[in-house]
């Protein structure tokens, strides 16, 4: 078992920025792949970045590329993601979601273990 906790959300006005992070605990040796997922009100979740534990190749939804950044500090497992020139659409709930086996690491169906979620709330 992998227990994931974020914290990080708050409120932040167009262009501002925020830091994300995710804990993890338990049984993080069985990690292969993290990931970051947001959830609008009435919207699917859906992938935001994905880094790999090892080698740490990362990728991301074209949505957020060059405004985002996923890192890791493995001494500590713990995750990041760095938000910058946010807009009101990236306003959601953002969940940490750790997977056991190398997949799609944009597709939540990939993640076996989630967080509870941080809300990030941009106002325009």
């Known amino acids: 078992q992998v227990q994931l906790v974020e914290s990080g959300g708050g409120s932040v006005q167009a262009g501002g920025s925020l830091r994300l992070s995710c804990a993890a605990s338990?049984?993080?040796?069985?990690?292969?792949?993290m990931g970051w997922f947001r959830q609008a009100p009435g919207k699917a979740r859906e992938g935001v970045a994905g880094?790999?534990?090892?080698?740490?190749?990362?990728y991301y939804a074209d949505a957020v590329k060059g405004r985002f950044t996923i890192s890791q500090d493995n001494a500590k497992n713990t995750l990041y993601l760095q938000m910058n020139s946010l807009s009101p659409e990236d306003t959601a709930m953002y969940y940490c979601?750790?997977?056991?086996?190398?997949?799609?690491?944009?597709?939540?169906?990939?993640?076996?273990?989630w967080g509870q979620g941080t809300q990030v709330t941009v106002s325009s």
């Open positions: 979601a750790a997977a056991t086996s190398r997949g799609d690491k944009l597709s939540a169906g990939a993640y076996q273990y």
């Open positions: 338990g049984y993080t040796v069985s990690r292969k792949c």
């Open positions: 880094i790999y534990i090892s080698g740490g190749n990362t």
